[in-house]
DNA sequence: CGGTCATTTGACACGGCTCAAGAAACGTGG
DNA sequence: CCACGTTTCTTGAGCCGTGTCAAATGACCG
């Protein structure tokens, strides 16, 4: 619950009231290991999820194999806001590592939008976010060439994995195979793989243990022209501890 | 109006006291010429739009002349349903014909949600198909080769353009230019235009002053293995006089 | 009727893909 | 701790789908 929380309040500074509200959602805790299908494609999960650890991708398979990672899902992000009708899912999720999920009933989720407190809007902020994320994963991977997609993708994911109280300063932890960053950024892991090295021998990044350092952050931004604004984290921007 | 009300009762069999809501709502209608911009970004809008007649597109620019359209808008979508929380578009809305637009204060549409009949879960319907809209359009551009893309696209509008009420049979009439369609499709419009005559010869479609014959549907369907139900058209299928 | 914009086609270049094979990292059981 | 199988990463060679550039043609419009 500390993951959404966090997240919530980074948007809309909650009170004693909201915390309450929340608080009283009631939730079960499910454990995925890595390589799990959180959610199957034509499921109709009756639930909300919200990530509490770990990451995990929502990825549509087509028939002859390829597949596409639609995007990464952080501790705080919320699966299926879309509560108030249901319908089969479209896509699958799958943990990217030991993924914690808080299972919400939809009825549950609504007491606290008809609160109308600030609880509310914050999950409408989510919703908006995780559209606009979208979004900028279609211009990304249309109009961009190999190398901005990379940079502008670690860029968005090290964003939010500071927001999500992951990482530190410019290092953040990536549980993403090269063939997971292929099929998100629509090109072949060989590629990633060269476009990954040509920045670490430009000294742009460096790679440990899964673990990612952006040694050089503004020349990444520079390289794609990364401009944050689609994060919507202006919300309340004094949550932030620096400027970008 | 009637573009709206075709739409909700398309998805949820509407009855008297959810056309009477729908119809007390207070809207004012704007129109639109080809070319001009409905949205633009960075506007924060205060009112959700519902397209009544023509066509629109959703787009990103980037800063050097690039530009992605994320999606097509038809007769009967909204734009911006998440009116509870109030945030600068970060995208704009440009009208590729002349578009009639309704521009509805957002506390109107709140009280239609409130109401809680099945005009408010229609709505629902609409984002959820809008969101599912986009998760398509990003596995067609990241994981579809060019002629693939091009037909998914095309099988995806014709059924949105009929729902809308526009087009006949297997035609459609189709206001974008093959530049648009090279923006929607992340190509280039040369490319466009070479997969297009290539299936106009291969006699799987025709066009002709805007309009677009699909001469052989099966062979498309067949080409890009195109699922219709990411468009979520199931919530009341005896609504649609054929099935596919 | 001229001007502008959209379409069409050819020639050529190149970014990213495929295939293939070796090296490194990882997980597991002993 | 090592041994082993498996997955992931890395690199090279060659190819192909799509981009770029350029120019002609056609459609539309006042």
Chains 1, 2 share one sequence.
Not at 47 to 72: H, K, M, T
Not at 177 to 201: C, P, T, W, Y
Request: net charge negative; with cysteine.
């Amino acid at each position: 619950m500390d993951a959404l929380f966090r997240r919530l309040n980074y948007y809309a500074d909650l009170n004693e009231d909201d915390r309450t509200a929340l608080d009283g959602l009631k939730y079960r805790v499910e454990v995925y290991e890595s390589g799990e299908e959180i959610i199957t494609r034509g499921d109709d999960p009756g639930d909300a999820f919200i990530v509490s650890s770990g990451w995990a991708a929502r990825y549509i398979a087509l028939e002859d194999g390829r597949s596409q990672i639609l995007n990464f899902m952080l501790p705080g992000d919320v699966y299926d806001l879309q509560v108030f009708v249901s319908s089969g899912a479209d896509h699958s999720v799958l943990a990217l590592n030991q993924v914690k999920v808080l299972e919400i009933k939809r009825r549950e989720i609504l007491s606290v939008f008809d609160k109308k407190g600030r609880a509310g809007a914050a999950f409408w902020w989510c919703a908006l976010q995780e559209e606009a994320i979208l979004r900028e994963q279609i211009v990304r991977n249309g109009r961009r060439s190999a190398r901005e997609r990379v940079a502008h993708l670690l860029l968005e994911l090290h964003r939010r994995a500071l927001i999500s109280g992951e990482g530190a300063g410019d290092s953040f932890h990536m549980p993403v195979s090269q063939a997971m960053l292929a099929d998100a950024l629509g090109l072949s892991f060989v590629h990633i793989n060269r476009v990954l090295r040509e920045l670490e021998k430009a000294g742009a990044l460096s790679r440990k243990k899964g673990w990612i350092t952006l040694e050089r952050r503004e020349h990444l931004v520079e390289l794609c022209d990364f401009r944050d604004d689609y994060l919507h984290l202006d919300a309340n921007p004094r949550r932030l501890g620096f400027n970008f």
